[in-house]
């Protein structure tokens, strides 16, 4: 499965958007994006998963670039409870293909 | 919305007993796996679990470890003799199919070991 690069961390005031980018420059092309978050120490929460278009569920929207080589997952509107770690997995999807969680990015939202 | 639980929450056991970690999946998910994340460390991948057998295992999941789906509903981590590593939060996490669909987790169970 392609690396995935994320900064350690970003702050965003509460009712902004929160936009978290994601580099995967090695994507290959039966390689989907994901992204999970954990708070505190909860159990990761799936968010949203894309392959080549953009996708929006009702927590986030999914931004993938043409060329695949980084996306950025946007909330919308950031709330206290949007404080977490996001995860950007970027992960083949063969039969039973496990989930490597990095060390993804810390979203501080601030009042 | 369906959710994954686990049981206990947090589970002490004194270094050497044998514990068992208790999961139930989503009701029509078929695929289950356990997660485990030492404090402060990444989430690490320990076994997936389809159709009554192992999938893969990762090296972490030595012969202390067994998976078993007793019935239709629970799936369980046994430690066999548990050691003062293995002391971390476990994730049991399921799926409906495989492919591209996403693994769906419980909120976990904290093991500590004495």
């Known amino acids: 499965d392609a690396k995935t690069t994320q900064p350690p961390s970003m702050d965003c005031a509460e009712g902004r958007a929160a936009n978290l980018p994601c580099n995967h420059s090695t994507i290959s092309g039966n390689e989907y994006v994901y992204w999970y978050r954990q708070i505190h120490s909860q159990g990761p929460q799936y968010i949203i998963h894309?392959?080549?278009n953009n996708e929006t569920n009702e927590m986030a929207s999914l931004i993938i670039t043409e060329d695949r080589k980084s996306s950025t997952l946007i909330l919308p509107h950031a709330t206290l409870r949007d404080t977490a770690v996001y995860y950007c997995i970027v992960r083949v999807a063969t039969v039973f293909n496990k989930f490597y969680f990095g060390s993804g990015t810390k979203l501080n939202v601030k009042p | 919305e369906p959710e994954v639980t686990q049981t206990p929450s947090h589970q002490v056991t004194q270094m050497g007993q044998e514990v068992i970690l208790r999961c139930v999946p989503i009701?029509?998910?078929?695929?289950f796996y356990w997660y485990r994340q030492i404090l402060g460390q990444k989430v690490e991948f320990l076994v997936s679990?389809?159709?009554?057998?192992?999938?893969?295992k990762s090296e972490i999941f030595d012969d202390q470890f067994s998976v078993e789906r007793p019935d239709g509903s629970n799936f369980t981590l046994k430690i066999r003799s548990t050691k003062l590593e293995d002391s971390a939060m476990y994730f049991c996490?399921?799926?409906?199919?495989?492919?591209?669909?996403?693994?769906?987790f419980g909120d976990g169970t904290r093991l500590s070991i004495l």
């Open positions: 894309g392959l080549k």
């Open positions: 009701s029509n998910h078929l695929y």
């Open positions: 996490a399921s799926s409906e199919r495989a492919g591209h669909q996403p693994q769906h």
């Open positions: 679990f389809y159709n009554n057998e192992i999938s893969e």
